[in-house]
């Protein structure tokens, strides 16, 4: 078994690269990149939205009908 971060390989069809293996530290690092730019962009998201703010009485009665 191999130790050390391994280099990519790609797998070619017709002379043109169809996919890529990759270390699985890397791929944990690329998904893990990937992730956060998610998070960040729905932040930036919400963020643009304007804050609406009730009263506690009408979230109540909506979470908690009948209480």
Same mark, same amino acid.
Not at 4 to 11: A, H, L, S, Y
Not at 35 to 58: C, G, M
């Given at each position: ?9 790609f797998i070619v069809e017709d002379g043109k690269r ?13 998904? @893990?990149?990937?992730? $956060?730019?998610?998070?960040? /962009?729905a932040l930036q998201e919400v963020r643009e939205e ?7 009485? @009408?979230?109540?009665? $909506?979470?908690?009908?009948? /209480?």
């Amino acid at each position: 078994m191999r130790c050390g971060k391994r280099k990519p390989r790609f797998i070619v069809e017709d002379g043109k690269r169809i996919a890529v293996t990759l270390d699985i530290a890397e791929y944990d690092q690329i998904v @893990e990149y990937v992730e $956060e730019i998610e998070d960040l /962009v729905a932040l930036q998201e919400v963020r643009e939205e304007p804050l609406q703010f009730r009263s506690l009485d @009408e979230f109540l009665s $909506e979470h908690n009908p009948g /209480v």
